[in-house]
């Protein structure tokens, strides 16, 4: 089994910069691909981006190309969201999620996920 724990949301100004973590444990976690999905009021949760077990390959939405880096530490344990340049519209619920397939997790089916933290990006 997986446990995963978000932290790192608060509120910043437009144009910005926060940066999320995504705290894993769980006996094959290592071995687990990852991502970040959003939910926004009055909106259904929407794709972020993505990584690979090995940390080696990315994928993420258009809306955030350029600006988001998705990234894990040496030693798997940890998942980050470097979110830069942030705008209104990126006033989200962002949640952690964790499966054993890469494709499963881009398409918005993990296994696991977490509790979700709070951005809130003011104009």
């Known amino acids: 089994q997986v446990q995963l724990a978000e932290s790192g949301g608060g509120l910043v100004q437009a144009g910005g910069s926060l940066r999320l973590s995504c705290a894993a444990s769980?006996?094959?976690?290592?071995?687990?691909?990852m991502g970040w999905f959003r939910q926004a009021p009055g909106k259904e949760r929407e794709f972020v981006a993505a990584?690979?077990?090995?940390?080696?390959?990315?994928h993420y939405a258009d809306s955030v190309k350029g600006r988001f880096t998705i990234s894990r530490d040496s030693a798997k344990i940890t998942l980050y969201l470097q979110m830069n340049s942030l705008k209104p519209e990126d006033t989200a619920v962002y949640y952690c999620?964790?499966?054993?397939?890469?494709?499963?997790?881009?398409?918005?089916?993990?296994?696991?996920w977490g509790q979700g933290t709070q951005v809130t990006v003011s104009s």
């Open positions: 990584i690979t077990w090995s940390g080696r390959r990315t």
């Open positions: 999620a964790a499966d054993p397939i890469s494709d499963t997790v881009r398409a918005g089916k993990a296994a696991y």
């Open positions: 769980g006996r094959t976690f290592n071995t687990y691909a």
